[in-house]
């Protein structure tokens, strides 16, 4: 390596550490001293233009902020003359001002140009493919360990890291799907919805077959399935053009939240009265089944049949909605499923068997038509719409979850059953409050 490749190396590296010290320090003056006058910026799934028009998202991004740390790993770097290719990590920390945070990990492939002997970005691209393509293995090869975790410190790592994986897959999949399925963006909603339900619906059956006949400390072979999906996803996905241009692609999530509380606040009060009735049928259905019934197995086929008519109904949701419109969708669901949630927890026999059915079926399909319903909305910051509403989505489900549980122990399972579906009507008015189209 020569002096000039050396000196180049280092200045590079400074910029990589004077691009992060800007964005922690809130300096847009030194952020756009990083870039070059025609750069590009994919972020995300947005694409920005120009360095007016990126400083200017940046500082748009940091006003609703009181706390950044950037940090960047060291850069790998393959210099070619006045040109260089840069790979590096990054991780970052924020805190809003009106309260909440979020954590970023991200993948970065730059292309930086020698300009007036200074190093700029030309060109820096975080891909949401590669979140997709790399949650699988990130959430099966903890998620096989926790049989061999030495402690619950350990154990709770492990599962922080499964949680993080399976952030990262939710919030930029659907933004994959809602650009590739055009106008049927309920029926791209519902073919992907389907694949989790169906996941959901064999998981138990094969999860529970692993540890009898692997034990829990031995289930750590399992993590080889998660591996092989990560590379068949990087293979089907890796030459699929996931972005469209939208010059006015630059609000922060906060912007963002503003420009749409008038979908989310809904879905928010939706969303937390229909999470009752799904806390009951998940997290609590084998264990109500086992105590009426003493069969284990009967618990666990109760829930596989939930599953089933789950998928059935998320199969077809979406693409009713793209016909019959989203809020009727909507409508109809939300109120079969609380009717038949108590017919499920009155009666016994087959008219049990047919409520926990149609009950599937309704509780379920929700979700892919309030998807498409926020994309459809969120022209201009999809991908920070989709992470706002999957944020309300798994903190009113982990949140009801607790209540749920905190009622069965104090009054019994069959009370908080009627309880959750008393709380499901609660979220039909809010219906009324989202857009018809």
Same mark, same amino acid.
């Given at each position: 390596?020569?002096?000039?490749?050396?000196?180049?190396?280092?200045?590079?590296?400074?910029?990589?550490?004077?691009?992060?010290?800007?964005?922690?320090?809130?300096?847009?003056?030194?952020?756009?001293?990083?870039?070059?006058?025609?750069?590009?910026?994919?972020?995300?799934?947005?694409?920005?233009?120009?360095?007016?028009?990126?400083?200017?998202?940046?500082?748009?991004?940091?006003?609703?902020?009181?706390?950044?740390?950037?940090?960047?790993?060291?850069?790998?770097?393959?210099?070619?003359?006045?040109?260089?290719?840069?790979?590096?990590?990054?991780?970052?920390?924020?805190?809003?001002?009106?309260?909440?945070?979020?954590?970023?990990?991200?993948?970065?492939?730059?292309?930086?140009?020698?300009?007036?002997?200074?190093?700029?970005?030309?060109?820096?691209?975080?891909?949401?493919?590669?979140?997709?393509?790399?949650?699988?293995?990130?959430?099966?090869?903890?998620?096989?360990?926790?049989?061999?975790?030495?402690?619950?410190?350990?154990?709770?790592?492990?599962?922080?890291?499964?949680?993080?994986?399976?952030?990262?897959?939710?919030?930029?999949?659907?933004?994959?799907?809602?650009?590739?399925?055009?106008?049927?963006?309920?029926?791209?909603?519902?073919?992907?919805?389907?694949?989790?339900? $169906? *996941?959901?619906?064999?998981?138990? %059956?094969?999860? #529970? &077959? =692993? @540890?009898?006949?692997?034990?829990?400390? !031995?289930?750590?072979?399992?993590?080889?399935?998660?591996?092989?999906?990560?590379?068949?996803?990087?293979?089907?996905?890796?030459?699929?053009?996931?972005?469209?241009?939208?010059?006015?692609?630059?609000?922060?999530?906060?912007?963002?939240?503003?420009?749409?509380?008038?979908?989310?606040?809904?879905?928010?009060?939706?969303?937390?009265?229909?999470?009752?009735?799904?806390?009951?049928?998940?997290?609590?259905?084998?264990?109500?089944?086992?105590?009426?019934?003493?069969?284990?197995? $009967? *618990?666990?086929?109760?829930?596989? %049949?939930?599953? #089933? &008519? =789950? @998928?059935?109904?998320?199969?077809?949701? !979406?693409?009713?909605?793209?016909?019959?419109?989203?809020?009727?969708?909507?409508?109809?669901?939300?109120?079969?499923?609380?009717?038949?949630?108590?017919?499920?927890?009155?009666?016994?026999?087959?008219?049990?068997?047919?409520?926990?059915?149609?009950?599937?079926?309704?509780?379920?399909?929700?979700?892919?038509?309030?998807?498409?319903?926020?994309?459809?909305?969120?022209?201009?910051?999809?991908?920070?719409?989709?992470?706002?509403?999957?944020?309300?989505?798994?903190?009113?489900?982990? *949140?009801?979850?607790?209540?749920?549980?905190?009622?069965?122990?104090?009054?019994?399972?069959?009370?908080?059953?009627?309880?959750?579906?008393?709380?499901?009507?609660?979220?039909?008015?809010?219906?009324?409050?989202?857009?018809?189209?």
């Amino acid at each position: 390596m020569d002096m000039t490749t050396v000196e180049d190396t280092l200045n590079i590296q400074q910029l990589y550490a004077r691009y992060s010290d800007a964005i922690t320090r809130k300096d847009p003056e030194t952020f756009g001293s990083c870039w070059s006058d025609d750069a590009y910026w994919l972020l995300l799934g947005n694409e920005y233009r120009g360095k007016k028009t990126i400083v200017e998202t940046y500082s748009n991004s940091v006003a609703g902020t009181d706390f950044i740390l950037h940090l960047a790993s060291s850069p790998l770097i393959s210099i070619n003359g006045d040109m260089a290719k840069v790979r590096s990590q990054v991780q970052e920390i924020l805190h809003f001002s009106g309260g909440g945070a979020m954590i970023i990990l991200a993948n970065y492939n730059d292309e930086l140009h020698k300009i007036d002997g200074q190093w700029l970005f030309a060109d820096r691209r975080i891909s949401v493919r590669y979140f997709v393509i790399l949650a699988p293995a990130m959430t099966a090869v903890p998620m096989s360990l926790i049989g061999i975790a030495p402690s619950y410190g350990v154990l709770l790592l492990l599962l922080f890291i499964t949680g993080i994986s399976v952030s990262i897959f939710h919030v930029p999949a659907p933004v994959m799907i809602s650009q590739l399925s055009a106008a049927r963006k309920g029926r791209g909603m519902s073919f992907f919805m389907t694949g989790g339900e $169906l *996941a959901r619906t064999i998981g138990p %059956l094969v999860a #529970v &077959a =692993g @540890v009898s006949l692997l034990g829990l400390e !031995g289930f750590y072979p399992v993590m080889v399935f998660g591996l092989i999906s990560t590379v068949w996803l990087y293979l089907k996905l890796r030459d699929v053009p996931v972005n469209n241009v939208h010059p006015k692609r630059n609000l922060s999530a906060l912007q963002t939240w503003r420009k749409l509380r008038y979908i989310l606040w809904p879905l928010a009060a939706i969303l937390i009265s229909r999470g009752f009735m799904h806390a009951s049928m998940t997290a609590f259905l084998p264990t109500y089944i086992n105590q009426e019934t003493g069969n284990l197995w $009967l *618990a666990g086929m109760a829930l596989t %049949l939930f599953e #089933v &008519a =789950g @998928v059935a109904g998320v199969l077809t949701a !979406g693409s009713m909605s793209d016909l019959f419109g989203r809020r009727k969708t909507l409508l109809v669901s939300l109120i079969g499923a609380p009717v038949c949630l108590f017919i499920f927890s009155l009666t016994g026999g087959w008219f049990r068997i047919a409520a926990l059915l149609v009950t599937g079926f309704t509780l379920l399909s929700t979700t892919p038509v309030m998807l498409a319903l926020v994309q459809e909305h969120a022209r201009h910051s999809p991908a920070a719409a989709n992470g706002l509403f999957m944020m309300i989505s798994f903190i009113s489900r982990s *949140a009801v979850v607790v209540v749920v549980g905190f009622i069965a122990d104090r009054l019994g399972l069959h009370a908080a059953y009627l309880i959750s579906a008393a709380m499901g009507l609660i979220g039909i008015p809010f219906i009324f409050r989202l857009p018809e189209k």
